[in-house]
């Protein structure tokens, strides 16, 4: 046989690549319609994928080069966009399939726009490890992140010497919600706040913090991107900002529901000893803060107290003035839940719907969890007594506030190094 006569009867070649998954692919197709010249960008990839036994649950993190718009003073900065959250597969091996009507694993994708150093001529690839940990978060509580939502980090995002420690998230305003064929993705982008930011959210709400953001080019500007060298806080940039953030505290109250952090109750010394009753618990209210712990009997029960007694760490209890004041006054409840176990205490004022307690029993306990009845009158007080937490380095702890008339006691205890 000759040489032609071998290259004609040659079998074709095989593509040894296998196709992108339909849910990959259909991101992909939006991410192009954006950057029309960026068709294959830089990717962090997980080397060992989430399915077979790997740490990280996204599977690609792609990164952009976004030149901005530096006349309306949105800089050129590095675009993250993460790939999934959403199920990418549709065949069960990350996420239960849903219709395709329905949110597409957990309904969203993560973003992050980092601005651009003059001599950057390629994106870091430290945001891809913040996007995989905040994957990991999701993945092992089931909880999803939403617009205004804050995530509490204590550390510089890069490790650095960095101000910006903490996270807010807002919706990526270039990434609208698409369809999959495994249902919907959301784009949730993370925007880099520091302490004073982070403090603010928490005392008023995210969104209110995002606007004044979004207002202020140095802090992010109108597209919320990141700086990281970024020296001063909205309060310093913006002069009027601790009136706005006040005002709207006082107005609104507070967004934040509830916080992890040291604490602990028992009954007070003085209780009577007399008998408790048991209440049933049936409520939205206790299902939706314990989820499927209702199954368990012990649970299923109620315990009225005469006295408590609560303890916090400084962290935790510096937090009892937003609770009061942008909670309870509001005619809202706040949960403290420890980071050692599963001891819960919510404070509830009187309008609360489905609680546990009454004017006639204020304190009732569902096995560690505790509900606290925080009556108008007391919630005046105590917003007046707990001024004194504004200023924790002048606190000589432990530091005991006590209603004896409420046999209601409450002791800041100092932060375990």
């Not at 040291?262 to 009577?272: A, G, K, L, N, V």
Request: net charge negative; with cysteine; glycine share 8%.
């Amino acid at each position: 046989m000759d040489e032609a006569a071998a290259l004609t009867h040659h079998p074709p070649p095989i593509n040894m690549l296998p196709p992108t998954p339909a849910g990959l692919e259909s991101l992909y197709n939006l991410c192009r319609k954006i950057y029309p010249d960026q068709v294959n960008p830089l990717q962090v990839t997980a080397l060992l994928k989430y399915w077979l036994g790997g740490p990280d649950p996204l599977d690609y993190i792609s990164m952009y080069a976004n030149p901005g718009i530096p006349s309306e003073n949105i800089p050129p900065h590095w675009h993250y966009i993460s790939f999934g959250l959403s199920d990418l597969h549709g065949d069960g091996r990350v996420h239960d399939p849903t219709g395709s009507e329905q949110p597409s694993g957990f309904g969203f994708e993560l973003t992050f726009r980092l601005k651009r150093e003059p001599d950057e001529t390629s994106p870091p690839t430290w945001p891809a490890t913040l996007m995989q940990s905040l994957a990991k978060y999701v993945f092992q509580s089931g909880n999803s992140l939403c617009s205004s939502d804050h995530v509490s980090w204590h550390c510089a995002l890069d490790n650095s010497e960095s101000r910006i420690q903490h996270m807010l998230m807002t919706t990526d305003q270039h990434l609208n919600t698409t369809q999959t064929p495994f249902g919907t993705v959301d784009f949730v982008q993370i925007v880099g706040i520091c302490t004073e930011e982070l403090k603010a959210a928490q005392q008023w709400n995210g969104s209110g913090i995002l606007d004044i953001l979004r207002r202020l080019p140095a802090a992010g500007g109108a597209w919320h991107i990141t700086d990281m060298r970024r020296g001063e806080s909205i309060f310093e940039l913006d002069p009027y900002a601790h009136e706005e953030v006040e005002r709207g505290f006082e107005l609104d109250g507070s967004n934040l529901s509830g916080v992890s952090g040291r604490c602990s109750w028992s009954e007070q010394d003085y209780f009577t000893g007399k008998d408790c009753k048991d209440i049933r618990l049936d409520s939205p209210f206790h299902q939706s803060y314990l989820g499927s712990s209702l199954d368990s009997p012990e649970f299923l029960r109620g315990r009225k107290l005469d006295a408590v007694h609560l303890i916090f760490n400084l962290e935790a209890g510096s937090l009892l003035p937003l609770a009061i004041r942008g909670r309870v006054k509001h005619g809202r409840h706040f949960t403290f839940k420890s980071v050692l176990g599963e001891t819960a205490i919510t404070l509830v004022a009187h309008s609360v719907t489905g609680t546990l307690v009454h004017q006639d029993y204020p304190y009732v306990s569902q096995g560690s969890w505790l509900q606290v009845l925080i009556p108008d009158d007391l919630a005046q007080d105590m917003a007046v007594t707990f001024q004194a937490l504004a200023s924790p380095e002048a606190l000589s702890l432990p530091k005991t506030f006590s209603w004896p008339d409420r046999k209601l006691s409450i002791t800041i205890v100092a932060d375990k190094v």
